[in-house]
């Protein structure tokens, strides 16, 4: 098997999966039943030091344990779609 043609098979499964993807919210769209909220996560990166660590910690926990977007605008969790990325701090 030649790298070309592992290639194109990476592409057709890569292409699927995002027709597969696009397809559900599509269908959740025809619904008008989609909200589309955004989301960053963070977690400490290693090698923290132990206070400024235990600092960060609580921040997140924090953050994490508030009310939530979603929560504020009252917008049924089974009909939403979050968007985000992960952020080493």
Request: proline letters at 1%; charged letters at 30%.
């Amino acid at each position: 098997m030649t790298s070309r043609s592992i290639f194109a098979e990476k592409k057709i499964v890569s292409e699927e999966r995002y027709d597969n993807e696009l397809a559900k919210v599509e269908n959740a769209y025809a619904h008008k039943v989609l909200y589309i909220m955004g989301k960053e996560q963070m977690k400490i990166k290693e090698g923290t030091n132990y206070a400024k660590g235990a600092l960060l910690w609580i921040f997140l926990w924090i953050r994490d344990n508030t009310r939530t977007k979603i929560a504020n605008l009252r917008v049924p969790t089974d009909k939403v779609i979050e968007v985000g990325f992960l952020k080493d701090i």
